[in-house]
C-alpha cells in the first residue's frame, strides 16, 4: 500500500468485532474522533486548525449572497506521544505524516494515540441529516472565546445553548488571542469572566485554556485535553451505511474508453465498516421519468474498488470524517454531484426509496430569530400548509421539493420532487419559501407514504 | 461599490452578442411586470387550482400563458437535453434539490425561477439598477466540472486563473494545466478586445483535448463580492506575474451548495440555538 510511515492495512485478517476508535491500522491512515470547533468567525478557529494540523480551511463567500459565509471545513490531525513531561509530549501533524518520528528530547519514539478530525462545518445536509436522525456529528466540541473581548460575547451564548441541546458535554473552552491582552491582570480579568459566565450554564465543568494559536502557544494543553476524552463508541458491527454528500468524475477529457475510472462518491459513513471488494447498492441510484409521467429508479448496483481518507488510500473505512469512495461505476454517473443525497450500503440492506409522504406535522407559530428585511412590513407568523405548495423538505439525508397534496387537520400528504431513501418514522424539517429565503416552518413524521418498487 | 457599466456588461444577454460561436446556444426572453411580480410572492406555487390569491389570478391570466408559450417554444428550439434557466447574471445552481437544473418544460422553468435564492439576488439588483429582467435559456451541457476556470483580468491583463470548482482534486489537471493556460490567455485576448471594462473575470469551459476548444460561461465583476475562489483578493491585487492555481489536496469537502439545502435558520450562527430548540423533543 502507498502512504509511506504509515500502518499496513490488512483485508485478510480484519476481524470487525476487535475495531476500536484507537485501533493503530485504522487511526494510522482515517480520524476516528470528530471534534468540532465552533465560535465566532473572528475568533480564530482557522488559525487554530492550522497551528495544530498544519492545514488551511478555506473561506468564501459566494456572490452577491455576502452574509453566507461558506467554511470548507474537514481537516485532519493526529496526535502523538512520547516520552518527555506533559504537555510537552504531546505534538500534532497532518494526517499523512509518517508515524515513526524521534522525539529529539527525550529520545524515543513518538506513539499515535489519536486521530481527529475538525469539523468546523460538516456540510449542513450531513449536520441535518443527524439532527433530524438523531445520530451525533461531533465527539467533543471546542469553544473559542477571543481574549480581547469581553465575554460573553453574544454568539457566545448561542454557541453554549446550541451545545446543550446537542446534548454535547464534552466542552473545552479556548480563550484565544492571549498575546492581544495587554497585561496578565487583564488576561487573569478575562478568564474570571468566562468561569464567572459558564457556571450558570452546563459547560460548568469545562476546563479554560488560554492561547494564542497565532504564536502556537499552549497549543500542547489543547491536545491534551484531546487525548484525555473518553473514546467515542462506534457502531462497526452494523450493515454499513454511508451518506454520500459529493460525486464527481476524476477522468480526464478524451480518456481512452479502456481506461477509465470508476466514478467516486464521498460521504459519511454513519455506521458499519466498508471495505475494497463489497459489492454496494446506491439508492435511489438512477431517477426516470416514463412517457406517462410516473417517477421510476434503479438503484446502482456496484463494487468498492478504492477507499481513502484525506490523502490517505484504506483497505477499509470506518466512521469518522469524510471518505471518498472509488466505484465501479460508469462515471458519468457520478459527475457533477450526481449522487449528493443517495445513501450507499450492502444490497437489500438500504431503506425503501419514497415518492410519496404522508406527514404529521407540527407547524412552528413563527418564524424563527432571522428578521424579514426592513422595509417589508410582513407578519412573522407562519400561515398554513396550502395545497400545490413546493416546500423543501429535509428528509433522511437529503433535501427534495414536496409538493402539499392535501391537508387535512395536522396530516399533509406531499409528493417529492425526487424520490427519497428514508423510513417510516423518520423526521422530516419544512421549509417555506419567504421573501427571498427558504425559512423553517415546522417539522413532521413520517406515518406512512408511497414507495416505488425497484 | 460596482460601477452600473460593470453591472450592465456582466449580464447574460449583453455580453453574449459578442461572443458567437464560443458560447452555448440560448434564447433570451424579456420577462413583463406581471411575471416579476409573480416571482415575488412568497411561497412556491407553480400550479393552477381554485385558490383566490394573487398568484392564482396570474397564473389564469392570458398575459402569463403567453410567457409560458414562449418558454415550452423556445425549449423546443433549442433541443438539445433540455434548457437552464438563467436571469440577467445568476444559475440556479442552489436550487437543484428541488428540481435539476436541466430543463424540459416551463413548468420546471418556473418551480426553478421561484425556488432560487441566488434569481432572487439577481431579481433584486435589476430593479435597483432598473434594468429589464430577462430570462436565459440556455442549452443544458454535462459538463466536466474539472474543466470549468476563472480568470482574472487586471488593467486589461490577465493575471490569474483558478479552477472553479474549489472542492474536488482532479488530478489530470496538474498533467495539462500549461495547456489550459494557454487556452486562457488565447481567450482573454479576444474577450480583452471586445469587452469594455478595464477589470473584470470571466468564466469558461474549456473541452476536450487536442482542440480544448473554449467556452465563455459568465463575467462577474472585480470586486470582492466576486468569488476569488483559490486566491484571495488580496493576492489577486499584489500579484507580479500570471499565476494558475488548481486544487492539490483530495480530501473530501462539503459542497459549496450545500448550506442552500437547508433552511436559513441553519446557516445563520445567530440563530443556531433557537433552530436546535425548536427541533421537536424525543
Known amino acids: 500500500m502507498e502512504g509511506k510511515g504509515l500502518l499496513e492495512q490488512n483485508l485478510a485478517t480484519l476481524d470487525v ?18 471534534i468540532g470547533t465552533i465560535g465566532h468567525v473572528s475568533h480564530g478557529k482557522s488559525t487554530l486548525v492550522y497551528a495544530i494540523s498544519g492545514v488551511k480551511t478555506q473561506m468564501h463567500s459566494l456572490e452577491r449572497i455576502r452574509n453566507i459565509t461558506i467554511k470548507l471545513g474537514y481537516a485532519n490531525a493526529k496526535i502523538y506521544k512520547c516520552s518527555c513531561p506533559e504537555p510537552e509530549c504531546y505534538k500534532a501533524t497532518g494526517s499523512d505524516q509518517n508515524d515513526c518520528t524521534l522525539c529529539e528530547k527525550c529520545n524515543e519514539l513518538r506513539q499515535l494515540v489519536r486521530h481527529v478530525s ?51 458535554d464534552k466542552i473545552l473552552i479556548i480563550q484565544n488571542k492571549v498575546d492581544l491582552i495587554p497585561t496578565v491582570e487583564e488576561a487573569k480579568a478575562h478568564y474570571e ?38 473514546l467515542p463508541v462506534r457502531d462497526f458491527l452494523s450493515s454499513p451505511r ?17 481506461t477509465l475510472s470508476g466514478g467516486v462518491a464521498g460521504g459519511s459513513i454513519l455506521k458499519g465498516v466498508l471495505k475494497i471488494g463489497d459489492e454496494v447498492e446506491i439508492r435511489p441510484g438512477i431517477i426516470n421519468k416514463t412517457s406517462a409521467g410516473a417517477t421510476v429508479c434503479s438503484p446502482i448496483r456496484s463494487r468498492i474498488v478504492s477507499l481513502y481518507a484525506e490523502k490517505n488510500p484504506l483497505q477499509y473505512a470506518v466512521p469518522g470524517g469524510l471518505v471518498g469512495v472509488g466505484l465501479k461505476v460508469d462515471p458519468s454517473l457520478t459527475r457533477q454531484d450526481f449522487l449528493v443525497g443517495h445513501v ?6 438500504l431503506p425503501q426509496i419514497f415518492i410519496e409522504l404522508e406527514i404529521c406535522v407540527y407547524l412552528l407559530r ?4 432571522v428578521k424579514s428585511d426592513a422595509g417589508r412590513s410582513r407578519s412573522d407568523k407562519i400561515p398554513k400548509l396550502k395545497k400545490d405548495e413546493c416546500l423543501m423538505v429535509n428528509v433522511g439525508s437529503t433535501s427534495s421539493g414536496g409538493r402539499v397534496l392535501g391537508v387535512k387537520t395536522a396530516k399533509a400528504k406531499i409528493e417529492l420532487t425526487k424520490p427519497v431513501c428514508c423510513h417510516i418514522g423518520e423526521k422530516v424539517a419544512l421549509s417555506r419559501r419567504v421573501d427571498k429565503h ?12 408511497q414507495t416505488l418498487q425497484v | 461599490m460596482i460601477g452600473k457599466s460593470t453591472e450592465e456588461w456582466c449580464q447574460d444577454h449583453i455580453w453574449k452578442a459578442h461572443f458567437k460561436g464560443k458560447v452555448f446556444t440560448s434564447i433570451s426572453i424579456p420577462l413583463p411586470e406581471i411575471f416579476i411580480r409573480f416571482l415575488d410572492i412568497d411561497s412556491v406555487v407553480v400550479d393552477k387550482n381554485d385558490d383566490d390569491n394573487e398568484t392564482q389570478q396570474i397564473l389564469h391570466s392570458e398575459e402569463f400563458s403567453t410567457i409560458l408559450s414562449q418558454i415550452s417554444e423556445s425549449i423546443s428550439k433549442i433541443g438539445g437535453a433540455g434548457v437552464i434557466p438563467r436571469l440577467n447574471w445568476s444559475c440556479p445552481k442552489d436550487a437543484e434539490w428541488m428540481n435539476s437544473l436541466c430543463c424540459k418544460t416551463s413548468r420546471e422553468v418556473l418551480i426553478l425561477l421561484k425556488s432560487s435564492v441566488l434569481l432572487a439576488s439577481d431579481c433584486e439588483l435589476a430593479e435597483k439598477l432598473s434594468l429589464p429582467l430577462i430570462l436565459n435559456l440556455v442549452r443544458y451541457h454535462k459538463l466536466r466540472e474539472g474543466m470549468l476556470f476563472r480568470c482574472f483580468v487586471k488593467e486589461k491583463v490577465l493575471v490569474a486563473v483558478s479552477q472553479k ?34 477589470n473584470f473575470c470571466f468564466d469558461i469551459y474549456v473541452d476536450m483535448p487536442p482542440l480544448y476548444r473554449a467556452f465563455i460561461m459568465g463575467f462577474n465583476a472585480f470586486h470582492e463580492s466576486s468569488d476569488s475562489l483559490l486566491f484571495s483578493w488580496e493576492e489577486i491585487e499584489n500579484l507580479t506575474e500570471k499565476t494558475m492555481r488548481i486544487v492539490d489536496d483530495q480530501t473530501v469537502q462539503a459542497s459549496s451548495y450545500s448550506p442552500y439545502r437547508v433552511p436559513l435558520e441553519m446557516t445563520d450562527c445567530k440563530d443556531f440555538s433557537e433552530f436546535i430548540n425548536s427541533l421537536p423533543k424525543k
Open chain 1, 17 to 34: 468485532r476487535n475495531l476500536t476508535s484507537l485501533t493503530p491500522e485504522v487511526i494510522s491512515r482515517q480520524a476516528t474522533i470528530n
Open chain 2, 165 to 198: 470548482e474549489v472542492s474536488v482534486c482532479f488530478d489530470y489537471l496538474k498533467d495539462i494545466k500549461s495547456d489550459i493556460l494557454r487556452k486562457c490567455e488565447e481567450i482573454a485576448r479576444v474577450i480583452i478586445e471586445k469587452c469594455p471594462l478595464d
Open chain 1, 438 to 449: 427558504w425559512r423553517l416552518i415546522g417539522w413532521g413524521d413520517i406515518t406512512n407514504g
Open chain 1, 193 to 230: 469572566q468566562i468561569k464567572n459566565y459558564i457556571t450558570r450554564t452546563k459547560a460548568a465543568a469545562s476546563p479554560i485554556i488560554p492561547i494564542s494559536a497565532q504564536l502556537r502557544f499552549n497549543i500542547n494543553f489543547v491536545l491534551k485535553y484531546i487525548c484525555s476524552l473518553p
Open chain 1, 242 to 258: 454511508l451518506i454520500i454528500i459529493r460525486s464527481f468524475d476524476v477522468n480526464k477529457p478524451g480518456q481512452e474508453i479502456e
Open chain 1, 344 to 349: 450507499l450500503g450492502l444490497p437489500g440492506e
Open chain 1, 118 to 168: 475538525f469539523v468546523d462545518c460538516p456540510g449542513h445536509d450531513i449536520l441535518m441529516a443527524t439532527m433530524i436522525n438523531g445520530a451525533a456529528v461531533m465527539d467533543a466540541a471546542l469553544l473559542l472565546v477571543a481574549g480581547n473581548e469581553s465575554c460573553p460575547q453574544p454568539q457566545t451564548s448561542e454557541h453554549i445553548a446550541a451545545l446543550e441541546i446537542m446534548n454535547l
Open chain 1, 366 to 369: 413563527r418564524l424563527l430569530g
